[in-house]
């Protein structure tokens, strides 16, 4: 499988609209049909009744999971508060983190109410590709896309082009339609929006036969994979989009 497409919202403290931003960026990417995920990182610990998880839900995300110390909702105990804890969790392809700023996983945008806010993040925060300012009014320059109050939709755009690339950059790019589609780029879209697995060319299906591993092309993957994951479904206790299957048959 690939590599999952993962950015973070961090600002210096509460109140700096990371939840408003973050929300809207959700609301956009599922009307564009991406199935989406989202991490809330509840540093004073899980509330259930949280209205921003209520609002990530509402803007269409396909999983909502709160983490703090020693709880995951959903329900896990003995959770461990760090990032790398809550992903496995989520299988949707993108994945929006509201919190978790010490992480160096995935891509960030820093949320700040002004620029002497930002410049102090920056020094903190891995991976920063782009700056939301609540002041409007301030007039600067960086090397980063700055996005204002208003400009939600455009900064929605700018994470749907860089989870793209994400994952374009992950595919053979040979259009040689084994996948039923006539390009790279339009398949991409489809597995986006949880309408396909990955790639047949590069899937991770392999046939071992007497420990010995047999080559398998990929017409020849795609027929056992479909095959495979037609047959299971109508199993009980099945999940959806299971993220390993494994047969073995002895003689």
């Not at 009307?31 to 209520?54: A, F, P």
Request: net charge neutral; proline share 5%; glycine share 8%.
């Amino acid at each position: 499988m690939p590599d999952k497409y993962i950015v973070k919202f961090v600002s210096q403290s509460s109140g700096a609209g990371k939840t408003h931003v973050a929300s809207r960026v959700v609301e956009y990417l599922s009307r564009k049909g991406y199935l989406v995920g989202v991490v809330k990182h509840c540093v004073s610990g899980v509330n259930l009744e949280d209205k921003d998880s209520e609002r990530y839900v509402n803007a269409g995300a396909s999983t909502v999971l709160l983490s703090t110390t020693g709880l995951a909702v959903m329900y896990k105990r003995e959770h461990e508060d760090v990032l790398e804890a809550g992903l496995p969790y989520l299988i949707e392809p993108i994945i929006i983190i509201e919190g978790f700023k010490e992480s160096k996983i995935g891509d960030a945008v820093i949320v700040a109410r002004d620029i002497n806010e930002f410049l102090r993040l920056r020094e903190l925060v891995k991976g920063v590709i782009a700056v939301y300012l609540n002041n409007p009014d301030t007039r600067i320059n960086l090397d980063l896309p700055i996005y204002r109050p208003g400009e939600e939709e455009k900064l929605a755009e700018f994470i749907e082009e860089r989870a793209l690339k994400h994952y374009i950059s992950q595919l053979p790019g040979s259009n040689c339609q084994l996948c039923g589609f006539e390009s790279c780029h339009k398949f991409l879209i489809s597995y986006l929006r949880g309408e396909n697995t990955w790639c047949p060319v590069i899937s991770d299906i392999s046939l071992l036969i007497d420990g010995v591993e047999v080559p398998i092309n990929p017409f020849v993957k795609s027929i056992l994979k479909n095959t495979i994951r037609g047959m299971i479904q109508s199993l009980k206790g099945v999940p959806s989009r299971p993220r390993e299957i494994r047969i073995c048959i002895r003689e």
